[in-house]
């Protein structure tokens, strides 16, 4: 029986090029779909999902408008230009692995240029190299929600088929310049949010999809992701021998508010849905129930021939996934629902929540962990779990964020649980290990890391970084392998 994580266990964090670089217009780089994010103060936690629909007006505006205050993921934190003293900060925690997005219009202005931006490339060979050379391994995420806006006005994002070819060309060129830097890379992030926002995720503005077809032209953007996932991990696997390629799923573990047949009824259905974005990748097809469902709701799928057996060849390495929260699910109408990573669920009256609404589970993560390996029998990688709140500093510069140590201090404890049960987990990198933008939201209060980042929501700040009471915390936790969780 294994006791504790393993000895080569990945212990580390975890940023999004569009919440932390900033530099949206520097060195070449072109507009992503991130760049348009509006910061929204004001957003009803309790309604994520209505406030996710981006319109071609909005984007029009958005791009006569250079204002980096009105759109924070312009700006993030400036760790384009101080990532040596990030890098040095995760190294003194004792990082094992660093998780990061390369930047598709940093590489692409626009997608579709026939030669990358060179400055672009240079800046992740300096990065990767940095990170080496402070012994963090790199995973690196391929898509993580900043597309060349170009190719969403143009060919209204993922659901033209032409941008698999936009989308391989820019992953071969990642493959081939950092083979000798980067071994583990993910496809999509969190692949499975193209539901909840389809313009983030796929550059897809409803106002430009044909009348009554928004959903269908959803599933196939949906359907050229998948497509390109397998084709990138194929060439992934040819061009970096002995890499890893996983998926990124979004862990939306759901339960039965109650026992009545018809809750444990909606809470199976919406949990087959949340598995099957990484079933169609683990298992390289698509679920009979889930065909059977696009079938009952109109929905068909332009598939070329020889899609199937792109999926069913080219599957990948280990699933990867993010985990928050857990959500309830009840057939019974007009209760209290709660929020979280832009989705909302009946509310669990047995678990606390945060300030921003989002419900409070460590066993849900164990629960998850067994409920994925057992499914897949694939080793497992969590790339996302944190909390956000609010940070105080006091008056000597300290911040004292017990409760954020109690939350991951329990969860490791679940994760821990988990392993000895016989889950192959081979690392875990915290959302976030410093104070970035906030994905949904855009706001910087909403405060995630280990290190503290001084800029408020308006972009004010010396943008220093200064070391919370969890730095030490989990600098303690890396140390012991996870042993030592006082």
């Excluded at 006791?3 to 090029?17: Q, R």
């Excluded at 201090?409 to 875990?428: I, P």
């Excluded at 700040?461 to 200064?466: A, D, N, P």
Aim: hydrophobic content about 35%; some cysteine.
């Amino acid at each position: 029986m294994s006791k504790g994580f393993p000895e080569n266990f990945l212990w580390g964090g975890a940023i999004a090029a569009n919440q932390a670089e900033g530099a949206w217009n520097v060195d070449g780089k072109g507009p992503s779909v991130a760049d348009i994010a509006m910061y929204r103060p004001h957003l009803n936690v309790e309604d994520y999902e209505a406030h996710q629909t981006v319109t071609t007006e909005m984007i029009e505006r958005a791009m006569q408008d250079s204002d980096v205050k009105k759109y924070p993921k312009r700006r993030g934190i400036d760790f384009y230009h101080r990532y040596k003293e990030d890098l040095a900060l995760f190294a003194e925690m004792g990082f094992k692995a660093l998780r990061v997005s390369i930047a598709w219009s940093r590489i692409f202005p626009t997608g579709e240029e026939n030669e990358p931006n060179e400055s672009g490339l240079k800046f992740y060979d300096g990065l990767f190299k940095e990170m080496k050379r402070l012994g963090i391994e790199p995973i690196v995420t391929l898509s993580h929600y900043e597309m060349p806006l170009a190719l969403s006005v143009k060919y209204n994002g993922w659901a033209e088929r032409k941008v698999i070819d936009d989308f391989v060309k820019f992953s071969n060129v990642c493959f081939s310049r950092y083979k000798d830097l980067v071994k583990y890379w993910l496809t999509f992030n969190e692949i499975d949010s193209i539901i909840r926002h389809p313009f983030t995720t796929a550059g897809i503005v409803p106002d430009r999809c044909p009348e009554g077809k928004v959903e269908e032209t959803i599933y196939q953007a949906l359907h050229h992701q998948f497509v390109a996932s397998a084709l990138v991990t194929a060439d992934c696997h040819r061009i970096i021998p002995g890499s890893q390629v996983g998926c990124m799923l979004t862990m939306l573990t759901t339960y039965p508010n109650t026992c009545h047949p018809k809750d444990v009824e909606i809470t199976l259905m919406r949990n087959l849905h949340t598995y099957f974005y990484a079933d169609v990748q683990v298992f390289g097809e698509y679920p009979p129930l889930i065909e059977t469902m696009l079938e009952q709701k109109n929905i068909h799928l332009q598939m070329e021939p020889g899609d199937r057996e792109i999926l069913r060849k080219h599957t990948v390495d280990f699933v990867s996934f993010s985990y928050y929260m857990s959500l309830t699910e009840s057939a019974k109408e007009g209760l209290e629902r709660a929020s979280g990573n832009t989705i909302t669920g009946v509310k669990n009256p047995y678990l606390p929540s945060t300030e921003w609404g989002w419900q409070i589970d460590p066993v849900g993560l164990k629960i998850s962990l067994i409920e994925l390996y057992d499914r897949y029998r694939k080793p497992l990688l969590i790339v996302e779990n944190g909390m956000g709140a609010v940070d105080q500093v006091e008056s000597d510069g300290s911040i004292h964020d017990d409760y954020r140590i109690n939350y991951f201090r329990e969860h490791f404890k679940q994760m821990k649980e988990a392993v000895e049960a016989g889950v192959d987990l081979f690392g875990y990198t915290s959302w976030a290990p410093i104070d970035i933008i906030s994905a949904g939201t855009s706001q910087m209060s909403k405060r995630y890391g280990f290190i503290y980042v001084d800029q408020d929501d308006e972009g004010n700040g010396t943008l220093q970084r200064s070391r919370k009471d969890s730095f030490y915390w989990y600098k303690k936790v890396i140390e012991t392998n996870g042993e030592n969780l006082d």
